[in-house]
């Protein structure tokens, strides 16, 4: 029910409660409200949950996932030498 | 699809769960609060990837299975009179009520329509001036802005023959509920990464402290459960209770403010029941007073009807993490995703459906060798 998903802004027209987009859900597109993300530009990527872009993906901390993972990984061989 | 399918590396995920095996040294329950997660862990096997000392719990988060049954009935009830069109996300067709679901009041003829978004319903009141329009309002607080645009809307253009059945439910006032109970097993969460995109996570600071327990917001493909599985463990073994965001692709610390603003604007707080769970005080929205006039249960006169569950679906246990699907008699038997007596079999989030779905053979399997 929560479920929300990933898509690429194409289009943004409307100001406002009124503003909406063109959004790619991997070739996908469909309308979307973005009403809630006023700052958002053509080209973001943004999470949309029933119609609505609920928030921005920020490129930078979408990295920290496979980061963590590498810090983690050379801290698991520290642990296993010493 | 960018943002998905990297998250769903099998390499990555064996190294998540290497590494929870390597911090786990002793047995740990984690509830993960929100179904779209429980339904990643069944579909994907994530329980099956953890050491053995990790219990994962599954929690309330899934609004289909918390509706009330007093909702449902109502929302037959209305979508049952012949100048209605109900409008509803596809999941709460199949909901049992007292006496049938919504998808029997289409097959006698009622007009229920199953619609992507509120915004879809609205749009239909537009077209259907000599009709009443009613929208299904469901959700947790990620739904909340989407609904709360729609009344807003609703009112500001005049659309008079709209409204809305409100059953809104909040998370922080449900997770303290399991907090406090006497049979609470959950000594760690993983929050909903799209409930806090709206809402942020500060609310969760005051039960982390309160009651001990680390919080990690967490999103929803494999590598984020494992990443907040990681993470919960490590708080668990250091002994440290703390709010953490392993979903910082999505969710801010403050939220989404502009969408909060709006909530606040068209919702107020007030006291729900949970199917399966009971009254939880403050653990709901409802209208507010200045759009009363697009609440349909006042329009349809129906506010009053209540009703008390009777069935001998586990479901209250199962959504507290007291028990799994597998240990209720009923499950796979008389109990279905076809023929569901409780709502955690009919929604795809619902625990019950996701082992019905991807655990069923496993489960049949134990339950014959434990007959042998």
Same mark, same amino acid.
């Given at each position: 029910m929560c479920l929300a998903v990933p898509g690429k802004?194409?289009?943004?027209?409307?100001?406002?409660?009124?503003?909406?987009?063109?959004?790619?859900?991997?070739?996908?597109?469909?309308?979307?409200s973005l009403a809630y993300v006023p700052e958002a530009k053509v080209g973001d990527y943004v999470i949309v949950h029933v119609g609505f872009a609920i928030s921005i993906v920020d490129e930078s901390e979408a990295m920290q996932t496979f980061e963590y993972l590498k810090q983690m990984g050379e801290l698991g061989e520290l642990e296993q030498t010493s | 699809m960018r943002y998905v399918d990297e998250y769903r590396d099998r390499a990555a995920a064996g190294r998540y769960a290497r590494a929870i095996a390597r911090i786990t040294t002793r047995p740990w329950s984690i509830m993960e609060v929100c179904g779209g997660q429980t339904h990643s862990i069944v579909k994907y096997g994530i329980d099956e990837l953890l050491p053995r000392q990790i219990t994962l719990l599954h929690g309330p988060g899934c609004p289909v299975c918390v509706t009330p049954l007093e909702l449902i009935d109502k929302a037959t009830q209305i979508a049952a009179r012949p100048e209605v069109i109900f409008c509803s996300f596809g999941d709460m067709l199949r909901v049992p009520g007292t006496s049938g679901d919504l998808f029997s009041v289409k097959a006698k003829g009622g007009d229920v329509r199953i619609v992507y978004s509120p915004t879809d319903a609205l749009a239909i009141a537009r077209q259907n001036p000599g009709r009443q329009v009613v929208f299904f309002a469901v959700g947790f607080e990620t739904t909340a802005p989407a609904n709360a645009m729609v009344v807003y809307q609703a009112h500001a253009q005049r659309v008079a023959n709209f409204s809305v059945l409100v059953s809104h439910v909040l998370v922080p006032p449900a997770i303290e509920a399991l907090l406090s109970a006497p049979d609470n097993r959950t000594q760690g969460f993983l929050a909903a990464g799209h409930v806090c995109t709206v809402m942020g996570y500060e609310q969760y600071v005051p039960l982390a402290e309160k009651y001990h327990v680390p919080i990690v917001v967490t999103g929803f493909e494999p590598l984020d459960i494992l990443?907040? *599985?990681? !993470?919960? %463990?490590?708080?668990?073994?250091? @002994?440290?209770?703390?709010v953490e965001n392993q979903y910082l692709r999505s969710v801010r610390r403050q939220g989404n403010l502009p969408a909060q603003e709006l909530v606040t604007k068209v919702f107020r707080v007030v006291p729900r029941k949970w199917r399966g769970v009971g009254e939880i005080r403050q653990s709901g929205l409802g209208l507010r007073d200045q759009y009363a006039a697009y609440d349909a249960e006042a329009r349809f006169g129906i506010a009053a009807?209540?009703?008390?569950?009777?069935?001998?679906? *586990?479901?209250?246990?199962?959504?507290?993490?007291? #028990? #799994?699907?597998?240990? /209720?008699?009923?499950?796979? @038997?008389? /109990?279905? =995703?076809?023929? =569901?007596?409780?709502?955690? !079999?009919?929604?795809?989030? @619902?625990?019950?459906?996701?082992?019905?779905?991807?655990?069923?053979?496993? %489960?049949?399997?134990a339950v014959v060798a434990q007959g042998d």
């Open positions: 802004i194409l289009t943004i027209a409307g100001d406002d409660l009124l503003r909406s987009g063109a959004v790619s859900f991997g070739g996908v597109t469909k309308q979307v | 990443q907040g *599985i990681f !993470m919960c %463990v490590r708080q668990l073994e250091d @002994g440290r209770a703390e009807y209540a009703v008390e569950e009777d069935s001998e679906c *586990i479901s209250g246990e199962v959504l507290r993490g007291v #028990k #799994k699907p597998h240990e /209720c008699p009923a499950f796979a @038997g008389r /109990c279905t =995703p076809e023929h =569901p007596l409780g709502a955690t !079999m009919v929604s795809n989030e @619902g625990a019950c459906a996701a082992y019905y779905r991807y655990r069923r053979q496993d %489960v049949t399997a």
